[in-house]
């Protein structure tokens, strides 16, 4: 039972996107997925849980912080430590949102998450794009730390 | 068979998940014979022509005369330039005028002439160039152009010339066209190209940050030559707006009368020699020249492995919201080695429907 920790960026399509990419082309069984917001982010929460749906039934749950790291560090060891406790086994993705947010996660998941990942796209025309309309070859999944053992490797 | 509706940018997930297994596309006529041969793995293009019989084309009860021998080669051609394959001749000269350092003071402005609009010069060979730039477009579209667009569909599709309702319902998007699908009365090959501007027009609004349109009001004035209309609604659109006016065209016509009236004009000449064999595609050149056969011959077979798929442009009943979107018919074997890539297909075509209409 997978959780994804995905920071949320002014593109929520690249939370999307590996969302895709985990459920749909790695055939991860995620069931939750957790959305970390600063104020400028957080407009997209109107309907972007429903693309998710749209994608696979998840239960998707936000967090707003503060833009500043120390907010981010406590809240990302919330997140994580719940998510430990409900029994999930968690990615957190670093793709999305300010770069300090994905320091703070990073710094919180690398003993913890059981994979950190990082979307690579080769051509920034394709920035914000769905991630099936992206031609193949131009982005891709990296794994920077643990596996993605359940659903098979990402390369 | 089953059968979905899919967006034409579906193409590009479509052509996606069957490169993963390396699949070949051939692209077939009503006969079955090969038209193009698709090799996703190695990404190259070979062209293999093979014209129908007239004997053969009355018992295939089809289509249009586009398959007949002395036909084929230039319809090819057109299909490699409307899928960004063959650029015409003058596309540099364009290019550098547009992404260039302008020396005048003014903005520059394009005015789109209809054949420019019916060949997709802009959404194949401009707006790559554009988005990698960032620069902005002032495009300026009379309302002659509109109304060419409009009575191309009305003349061949609807058999009436009642032009102010084929606009009208360009605006609206609410009419649907009936036609034969097959055989006499099947919309003819211009039709088809007028269809492909409405989705060119759709396309060019859909970036409206990056590319800013400006119409003509002015009313159709009868008797009046349209290449002469064209240039002089936009030439007065440019002085209203003060931009540094060009005229982009694909006609002798409307390029003398620019010159008569002293506007700035770049003529293109399409190729008409091409390759019989182009390598390394990149895969969104693919999914364009699917969508563009599809539309041109109005259906395409395409034989994928053992199966083969049908991907229909042009269907009775077509709304112009549908002609406008680049709404495809996509008709499908229900066998395994291809269903797990059409229900990826489709969903992602479902999704990225509702991510157009959040956005």
């Given at each position: 039972m997978w959780a994804l920790i995905s920071p949320l960026g002014l593109k929520p399509i690249v939370s999307l996107n590996v969302f895709w990419i985990l459920?749909?082309?790695?055939?991860i069984d995620v069931k939750k997925v957790v959305f970390i917001a600063t104020p400028k982010s957080t407009s997209s929460l109107s309907w972007l849980p429903q693309i998710f749906n749209k994608v696979r039934a998840v239960k998707v749950e936000s967090y707003n912080v503060e833009e500043n790291f120390n907010d981010m560090v406590n809240t990302a060891r919330v997140v994580l430590d719940k998510l430990l406790s409900e029994g999930f086994k968690v990615i957190v993705d670093v793709t999305s949102g300010r770069k300090i947010m994905c320091i703070a996660l990073f710094n919180e998941a690398i003993?913890?998450?059981d994979a950190i990942t990082y979307l690579m796209l080769a051509e920034h025309a394709y920035d914000g794009v769905f991630y099936p309309y992206?031609?193949?070859?131009?982005t891709k999944l990296v794994v920077l730390r643990g596996n993605l053992s359940e659903g098979g490797s990402c390369t | 068979m089953e059968s979905s509706y899919i967006l034409k940018d579906s193409l590009i997930p479509l052509v996606n998940y069957l490169s993963e297994d390396d699949f070949d596309l051939d692209i077939l006529?009503?006969?079955?014979?090969?038209?193009m041969h698709i090799d996703l793995s190695q990404k190259n293009l070979e062209i293999v022509m093979n014209s129908i019989s007239d004997y053969d084309l009355q018992l295939l009860g089809?289509?249009?005369?586009?398959?007949?021998p002395r036909k084929l080669r230039s319809a090819i051609a057109d299909m490699l330039m409307l899928s960004g394959f063959l650029p015409p001749r003058g596309i540099d000269e364009l290019l550098s005028v547009l992404l260039g350092k302008s020396s005048e003071s003014r903005e520059l402005a394009i005015c789109l002439d209809t054949n420019i609009l019916f060949n997709r010069i802009l959404s194949q060979y401009v707006l790559p160039r554009l988005l990698r730039t960032e620069k902005s477009l002032n495009i300026l579209i009379p309302r002659q152009v509109e109304a060419e667009v409009g009575s191309n569909l009305s003349r061949d599709v609807k058999r009436t010339r009642n032009l102010s309702k084929i606009l009208q319902a360009l605006r609206e998007s609410e009419m649907k066209l009936f036609f034969k699908v097959y055989g006499a009365g099947a919309p003819s090959l211009e039709a088809r190209k007028a269809a492909m501007a409405i989705h060119e027009l759709g396309v060019l609004e859909r970036y409206r940050g990056l590319i800013k349109i400006y119409r003509s009001s002015e009313l159709v004035t009868p008797g009046l030559r349209p290449d002469f209309l064209i240039v002089n609604s936009c030439k007065r659109i440019a002085e209203e707006n003060s931009f540094e006016l060009l005229i982009l065209t694909m006609d002798e016509d409307t390029r003398t009368c620019a010159r008569m009236l002293r506007c700035n004009v770049v003529k293109l000449i399409p190729q008409t020699n091409f390759p019989y064999l182009i390598e390394n595609l990149p895969l969104i050149n693919i999914s364009e020249l699917l969508y563009v056969a599809a539309m041109s011959l109005g259906f395409i077979r395409l034989r994928v492995g053992a199966a083969a798929l049908e991907l229909i442009g042009s269907w009775s009943g077509k709304s112009f919201e549908e002609w406008k979107q680049g709404k495809l018919l996509l008709r499908y074997p229900k066998i395994s080695i291809l269903s797990k890539h059409i229900r990826r297909v489709l969903k992602a075509d479902s999704i990225f429907t509702a991510l157009r209409m959040v956005s």
């Open positions: 459920t749909e082309e790695l055939g003993d913890k998450a992206i031609p193949k070859g131009l | 006529t009503p006969g079955s014979h090969t038209l089809s289509l249009d005369d586009i398959y007949r």
